[in-house]
């Protein structure tokens, strides 16, 4: 389904949106110009959950012109305490129709385009090339790799994260891309080589999880969206963000891709 606005998220900035965005547009590094970006980009999140929440409203807010969400789950009550673009009114309907109307009540200038449907690579062979930037807030190894081997191909950056009990990480790949030292940027195997063993990291539904620590995350990979969109600062390409709400503590490590020895 499609929520489309009356503007064409390609057209200028309308005086509504200059009046809007105008914190945004104050800011040098941001201005008129990358207002106007932030209004042609088109942005997947795969999962209107704990991760996706804070970011659609983020980039809701922010005016990212075109928001696709896919998900295939309905609102549940226990969501709430950290899902926070649905609440109580919306319990038991499609997650995807939940974020779409709350995305429409904070920017009508925005339009959205969801997805009932699980992500996969079979999905995102169909539709994934509609759009610029790909963010994973997934809770699933499964959908992580495919998100990441999809994007890959269709050499779009990813923006993906995840949250434990009490901590989480993020980290931006563009892997399709070389660096500054000549040498492909790393993609997600170099990080994770191969997908855990099931059941060796149990889902949020067995352990829990602080619901503001997904704000956190999500909140650091809605900004890493605005920086990619706009082309400002320098994106957590190569770098793993980890953040330890326990201790208040951010580290950032840096990692490179795997030289593979040549065949034989």
């Known amino acids: 389904m499609e929520n489309q606005p009356p503007q064409n998220p390609a057209a200028p900035l309308t005086q509504d949106e200059i009046e809007r965005y105008r914190r945004h547009i104050l800011l040098p ?15 997947l999140i795969i999962g209107a959950g704990g991760l996706g929440a804070p970011v659609l409203e ?16 309905r609102v549940s009550l226990s969501n709430l305490q950290r899902q926070v673009v649905h609440d109580t009114g919306t319990i038991g309907e499609m997650k995807t129709k939940s974020a779409r109307e709350r995305i429409a009540r904070l920017n009508p200038h925005v339009r959205t385009v969801d997805f009932e449907e699980r992500f996969s690579e079979d999905w995102a062979s169909r539709h994934l090339r509609r759009f610029d930037i790909l963010v994973d807030g997934s809770d699933n190894f499964d959908t992580r790799y495919a998100a990441a081997d999809a994007a890959e191909d269709a050499a779009i950056p990813l923006v993906t994260g995840a949250v434990g009990r009490f901590d989480g990480s993020l980290t931006v790949l563009k892997p399709y891309e070389t660096g500054t030292s000549g040498v492909l940027n790393p993609g997600y ?5 191969e997908k855990p063993p099931e059941g060796l990291i149990p ?31 320098e994106p957590l390409v190569g770098r793993l963000m980890l953040y330890d709400s326990l201790s208040a503590r951010f580290d950032v490590i840096k990692y490179k891709r795997v030289q593979k020895a040549a065949a034989e």
């Open 58 to 73: 983020y980039l809701a807010a922010a005016g990212i012109g075109t928001i696709g969400i896919v998900d295939d789950d």
């Open 29 to 43: 590094e941001i201005g008129g110009t990358g207002q106007q970006k932030l209004k042609n980009a088109r942005v």
């Open 203 to 233: 889902a949020c539904a067995e352990t829990g999880v602080v619901g503001a620590l997904t704000g956190v995350i999500g909140t650091l990979m809605a900004m890493e969206v605005i920086k990619l969109a706009t082309g400002i600062g």
């Open 189 to 193: 195997r170099d990080l994770f080589p």
